[in-house]
């Protein structure tokens, strides 16, 4: 099976501009979740979808918006880019619907914002 | 609010000892706990799960111990290799919630 796989790898900005970075999860995973993780901050919860509904939300400013797909891909989009946004954004997707589920991470994306 | 503590600071240790990391929280009562392992450039991977009825969970090198009086788990990887160098994350989860609360983690150096 395939792994989660995030598009860009890699991604430079602007300040003031916006980005969408995409998820596709393993095959029949349909829980999506998505994260920042900064060297000073750690891994931290950005939301997550199950069947294309926002279960869960972090405290993250309205910039931050994702959405979720019928197939299950997910993206995130972040408007109004910031300095601080500079960060690996990472995606994980889990079989069930348990809290006891897995989260397989995809290699993230490494966001830069100039 | 709710807070995940881990040593912050890199865990250097010899080649065939045992290395024990620290997670401790506050303000949370986890259903289950998990760690996780990230190498550079990496996304995190899944290593152990314990829940909160249990005290002790083993998987070949690796032991998870969880004291929910203490709020504290602690990780052990006995008989440590260099290839065990990584930093390693603490996940805590909520019962009937589907958010994971990470800790910050810990890097592990494991010296030949």
């Known amino acids: 099976k395939a792994g989660v796989t995030q598009t860009p790898r890699y991604l430079i900005k602007t300040r003031g501009q916006q980005v969408t970075l995409s998820c596709s999860p393993i095959s029949g995973h349909r829980s999506v979740s998505w994260y920042q993780q900064t060297p000073g901050q750690g891994l931290q919860f950005l939301f997550e979808y199950f069947s294309e509904t926002q279960r869960n939300k972090g405290n993250f400013p309205g910039r931050f918006s994702g959405r979720q797909f019928s197939n299950s891909r997910s993206e995130m989009n972040v408007s109004t880019l910031e300095l601080g946004d500079s960060a690996l954004y990472l995606c994980?997707?889990?079989?069930?619907?348990?809290?006891?589920?897995?989260?397989?991470f995809g290699a993230g994306t490494r966001l830069s914002v100039l | 609010s709710q807070k995940i503590e881990q040593n912050s600071e890199a865990l250097n240790i010899q080649e065939g000892k045992t290395a024990t990391l620290t997670c401790n929280y506050t303000n949370y009562s986890p259903a289950y706990l998990q760690w996780y392992r990230q190498d550079p450039g990496r996304g995190p991977v899944f290593l152990l799960l314990i829940r909160e009825n249990e005290k002790e969970k083993r998987k070949e090198r690796l032991k998870v111990t969880f004291d929910t009086t203490l709020k504290q788990s602690l990780f052990h990887i006995t008989a440590s290799q260099p290839a065990d160098s990584a930093t390693y994350l603490c996940a805590l989860v909520g019962s009937g919630t589907y958010k994971y609360i990470f800790g910050t983690g810990t890097r592990l150096k494991v010296l030949a």
């Open positions: 994980a997707s889990s079989p069930l619907t348990s809290g006891m589920d897995i989260q397989y």
